[in-house]
């Protein structure tokens, strides 16, 4: 009984892995949907407040939303998720969804040289090959014009929200973070929706708003990108990663990208080339490198580290 228990709570978490990977994955082209109608400002707003809203709920429903090391997380915020979501829908609405998520998942990459860079960390022949893998994928994606309204600011500010997000991890482990994860992330996202309000506001005054004119379908989408791609994806996460060992966790999460693509050619019937798919392969190829030795136990993970994948970005 002991041991059916515990293999169905592994198939469970192992689901749930999944299911946070496709969350994330989908939310990208939720996110390339509302674009096409609703500004970078507009959505950037619904994303950060939507997500407060519901975290700060949560958590605030248990008590623990105060916290002495508030100021911290308020600082992580200010990278994640405020400057990759802003760097992120700005890059989306110039050039496709495809080509968003496979650039996005070089976050790993760009985390690796940043530990390098800035944290004067060793890089392993793990992380290197990742590193090499990671930039010869976006490479080849980059350099390959498709129909999709794809430009080359776009992939720019895409990529330079996966180095946001790539410093955000470096960060992360050099701040003391003992709260639980959900308190983390509830404040950053708080912090964001405050420290993105002057860009939003700008962009109000000199381009206005199309959230008063968009369809309901496009309001769906924009919350959805909020409800799946951060607090869903966010718990199943926090549910699972304890129990899946580090390895096959990283794995499964290098999932994201293909649901990304898969979301944009099914949902937003754009074309996927094989370029773009040999260049996505190379980027997961990099990361499956960075999974340690099967031996390896579950991974227990630090609040900032957990909240680092409470995101829709792969």
């Given at each position: 009984?002991?041991?059916?228990?515990?293999?169905?709570?592994?198939?469970?978490?192992?689901?749930?892995?999944v299911?946070?990977?496709?969350c994330f994955?989908?939310?990208?082209?939720?996110?390339?949907?509302?674009?096409?109608?609703?500004?970078?400002?507009?959505?950037?707003?619904?994303?950060?407040?939507?997500?407060?809203?519901?975290?700060?709920?949560?958590?605030?429903?248990?008590?623990?939303?105060?916290?002495?090391?508030?100021?911290?997380?308020?600082?992580?915020g200010?990278?994640?998720?405020?400057?990759?979501?802003?760097?992120?829908?700005?890059?989306?609405?110039?050039?496709?969804?495809?080509?968003?998520?496979?650039?996005?998942?070089?976050?790993?990459?760009?985390?690796?040289?940043?530990?390098?860079?800035?944290?004067?960390?060793?890089?392993?022949?793990?992380?290197?090959?990742?590193?090499?893998?990671?930039?010869?994928?976006?490479?080849?994606?980059?350099?390959?014009?498709?129909?999709?309204?794809?430009?080359?600011?776009?992939?720019?500010?895409?990529l330079?929200?996966?180095?946001?997000a790539?410093?955000?991890?470096?960060?992360?482990?050099?701040?003391?973070?003992?709260?639980?994860?959900?308190?983390?992330?509830?404040?950053?996202?708080?912090?964001?929706?405050?420290?993105?309000?002057?860009?939003?506001?700008?962009?109000?005054?000199?381009?206005?708003?199309?959230l008063?004119?968009?369809?309901?379908?496009?309001?769906?989408?924009?919350?959805?990108?909020?409800?799946?791609?951060?607090?869903?994806?966010?718990?199943?996460?926090?549910?699972?990663?304890?129990?899946?060992?580090?390895?096959?966790?990283?794995?499964?999460?290098?999932?994201?990208?293909?649901?990304?693509?898969?979301?944009?050619?099914?949902?937003?019937?754009?074309?996927?080339?094989?370029?773009?798919?040999?260049?996505?392969?190379?980027?997961?190829?990099?990361?499956?490198a960075?999974?340690?030795p099967?031996?390896?136990?579950?991974?227990?993970?630090?609040?900032?580290?957990?909240?680092?994948?409470?995101?829709?970005?792969?």
């Amino acid at each position: 009984m002991t041991t059916s228990t515990h293999s169905d709570g592994g198939m469970r978490a192992h689901a749930a892995l999944v299911g946070s990977a496709a969350c994330f994955g989908s939310a990208t082209a939720l996110s390339k949907y509302a674009l096409a109608t609703l500004s970078a400002a507009d959505l950037l707003l619904i994303e950060v407040a939507g997500s407060a809203a519901l975290l700060g709920a949560m958590v605030q429903w248990r008590g623990r939303l105060l916290t002495p090391r508030w100021r911290s997380y308020v600082l992580l915020g200010a990278l994640e998720p405020a400057a990759t979501y802003l760097l992120a829908n700005l890059g989306l609405a110039r050039t496709s969804a495809g080509r968003g998520a496979l650039l996005l998942s070089l976050e790993t990459a760009f985390g690796v040289a940043a530990a390098a860079l800035v944290a004067r960390e060793r890089i392993s022949v793990r992380a290197g090959l990742a590193l090499i893998g990671g930039l010869s994928g976006a490479a080849l994606i980059g350099a390959e014009s498709t129909g999709d309204r794809a430009t080359l600011t776009g992939d720019v500010l895409v990529l330079a929200s996966a180095a946001a997000a790539g410093g955000y991890g470096v960060l992360a482990r050099r701040l003391p973070t003992r709260d639980e994860p959900l308190t983390v992330t509830a404040i950053q996202y708080l912090a964001a929706t405050f420290l993105v309000f002057p860009f939003v506001a700008a962009s109000w005054l000199t381009s206005g708003t199309r959230l008063l004119s968009a369809p309901p379908p496009v309001w769906a989408a924009a919350v959805a990108t909020a409800v799946i791609g951060s607090a869903v994806a966010f718990v199943l996460f926090n549910y699972a990663i304890a129990q899946v060992p580090a390895g096959r966790a990283a794995l499964l999460l290098g999932l994201t990208p293909l649901f990304g693509v898969a979301a944009a050619a099914a949902g937003l019937r754009e074309t996927i080339t094989a370029r773009q798919l040999l260049g996505g392969l190379i980027i997961l190829a990099g990361l499956t490198a960075l999974a340690p030795p099967r031996r390896c136990r579950p991974s227990h993970m630090s609040g900032s580290a957990v909240s680092a994948k409470s995101r829709r970005r792969p």
